[in-house]
């Protein structure tokens, strides 16, 4: 992910910020003050989430109804990569690429940028994509299972969204991850925490009862884990995020979502 140049202090909106996040992460046309900045990419991430998990989650439904669970799972995915310009997943190739092999801070940062993928970014890709084809078709054979597949969406966004608290390092030479470090404030982060949480529960609760709302909630807070190794990985290997490593938290949660919550819903 590439970062647009900043604009001016004093002539961003207020209501800039959404704008920002979606002309960054989705492939949706915004008007000119969404992509003039950075500031309002990971704050405003979780809301992003929102409306692409409500688009794969109605896209899976629909494949589930018309065709067949797999269907309905894979139909989510590919809705998904385009909306979003397969982004993540590039980011997750990348990052694949850079920290699987055993290789130096430098060389890794320069696979990294490279842009092409390698062997270790094609099987993480693949095996990925297995893994969250197969969880969502589980998923998507049950009663209430989509309410999984969009909480997987909406965590994934989460996780990238801590990536822009305080005190979290950043690679050498990122330009995203300088533009959006330290965007994110605690409080504003912990809310969207809460939110998530409640609205997963309270999503799962409806779906299928208490059992069931404990899996999801369970489900999200593991992918938030999974996104914090990912990070400590990054940070251990390379110094830090990059654009490419948020992608790859965020599939990382999403599929730690989709495996967690299959297995106990």
């Known amino acids: 992910m590439t970062a647009p140049p900043e604009q001016p202090p004093g002539s961003r909106p207020r209501w800039a910020g959404p704008l920002e996040s979606a002309a960054l992460l989705t492939v949706l046309r915004v008007p000119a003050a969404g992509t003039t900045s950075t500031r309002g990419v990971l704050p405003w991430a979780p809301l992003v989430g929102l409306v692409l998990g409500g688009a794969a989650a109605g896209a899976g439904v629909l494949g589930a109804h018309l065709v067949s669970p797999l269907a309905g799972a894979v139909a989510a995915l590919a809705l998904l990569a385009w909306l ?73 966004r989460l996780a990238m969204a801590r990536t822009g608290l305080p005190g979290v390092a950043t690679a050498e030479g990122s330009a995203l991850g300088r533009a959006v470090a330290g965007t994110v404030s605690v409080p504003w982060f912990a809310g969207w925490v809460g939110l998530v949480l409640a609205g997963a529960a309270g999503a799962g609760w409806a779906a299928g009862g208490p059992g069931t709302a404990a899996a999801l909630a369970g489900a999200t807070g593991a992918g938030l884990l999974a996104a914090e190794a990912v990070r400590a990985r990054a940070t251990a290997r390379i110094g830090g995020v990059t654009g490419d490593v948020m992608g790859a938290m965020g599939e990382a949660a999403a599929t730690v979502v989709l495996l967690v919550a299959a297995a106990g819903w």
């Open 84 to 156: 979003t310009r397969a982004l993540h997943l590039d980011g997750l190739a990348d990052t694949a690429d850079g920290l699987g092999p055993l290789r130096g801070r430098e060389r890794a940062l320069q696979v990294m940028h490279q842009g092409d993928v390698g062997p270790f970014g094609v099987v993480t890709l693949v095996l990925v994509l297995l893994l969250q084809a197969a969880a969502g078709a589980a998923l998507l054979g049950v009663d209430g299972g989509w309410v999984a597949l969009w909480a997987a969406v909406v965590v994934a």
